[in-house]
């Protein structure tokens, strides 16, 4: 019973924090295409949102229980297991990352954007900040490290290959993002600006 109940959170956890990273990232993307400050600011507000409505407090959820699980369950044979292995590493290295690089971006840009829009205009501090590299290459790398972590428990192979082919199909997705969707936005379509995710 106690077993079953730990991978229940879990699941759970999974389930809220991929949720959340996928408004997350919905309304970025909604935000690179805007140029209207009250458009901006408005997906702005969603990224918050989601991602300390849905994202954090899943990512929590799955620390905790996930902890728990390897602790009763796994023990010293814990590196035994490749597959669970990586997705601690996988884990790890998202959370860290996650409150560092990308959570500190995006509290900046939402800061911003509030400023922005008390003077009817976005800043030119908010035009660089949505501009950054690093902490978009980041953000676009939360969801296929994501899949690659779903798909390590689901398969559980006994080899790094999935590991070491699915991290680094996450890493050349997220470079491909960020060098490209620069170019497919041109960082602002007032055509677009509008309404929000219609």
């Excluded at 106690?2 to 879990?10: A, P, S």
């Excluded at 969603?46 to 699980?69: K, N």
């Excluded at 003077?119 to 953000?139: A, M």
Aim: hydrophobic fraction near 55%; charge should be positive.
């Amino acid at each position: 019973m106690e077993y079953i109940l730990l991978k229940l959170l879990h699941l759970l956890g999974a389930v809220v924090m991929a949720s959340g990273l996928i408004g997350v990232w919905l309304a970025d993307v909604r935000s690179k295409q805007v140029n209207d400050v009250a458009a901006f600011a408005e997906a702005a507000r969603f990224i918050r949102v989601f991602y300390d409505g849905l994202t954090v407090p899943g990512a929590l959820l799955l620390l905790i229980s996930g902890s728990a699980l390897i602790a009763l369950y796994y023990g010293s044979s814990f590196f035994k297991h490749p597959w669970l292995v990586g997705m601690v590493i996988l884990f790890l290295f998202e959370f860290i990352e996650g409150n560092t690089v990308t959570r500190l971006a995006f509290i900046k840009i939402n800061r911003e954007a509030k400023k922005s829009l008390l003077i009817g205009q976005l800043t030119p501090e908010l035009i660089q900040l949505r501009k950054r590299n690093l902490p978009n290459f980041t953000h676009y790398l939360d969801l296929p490290l994501v899949l690659v972590i779903i798909m390590l428990g689901v398969l559980r192979p006994y080899t790094w290959d999935l590991f070491i082919a699915g991290t680094i199909i996450s890493f050349f997705i997220a470079g491909t993002l960020t060098f490209l969707l620069p170019f497919i936005f041109k960082n602002g379509d007032s055509k677009n600006d509008k309404a929000i995710f219609d």
